[in-house]
């Protein structure tokens, strides 16, 4: 065999090992991210405290509007 076609062949099994890998991976991504959604709610954890901004908030927004 010449060397070209042994590395073909070496180069379309990596893309094969590859494709396989990738499908694997989504499809345990895909599933993990059902269940996430399934215990998500959006409600804040304590909705009190997002009514008054903490000091290191209004710092970041002074500095941000004194940039300009």
């Known amino acids: 065999m010449e060397i ?3 590395f073909n062949i070496i180069l379309i099994f990596f893309a ?3 494709l396989y890998y990738l499908f ?3 499809l345990k991504d895909t599933n993990s991210i059902i269940n996430i959604e399934e215990e998500y709610t959006g409600a804040a954890k ?3 405290e997002l009514s008054e901004p903490n000091e290191d908030a209004l710092r970041e927004l002074e500095r ?3 940039d300009n």
Request: proline share 7%; glycine share 6%; charged share 20%.
């Open 46 to 48: 304590n909705p009190d």
């Open 64 to 66: 941000l509007l004194g």
């Open 16 to 18: 094969i090992s590859m």
């Open 4 to 6: 070209s076609r042994i």
């Open 24 to 26: 694997t991976f989504k």
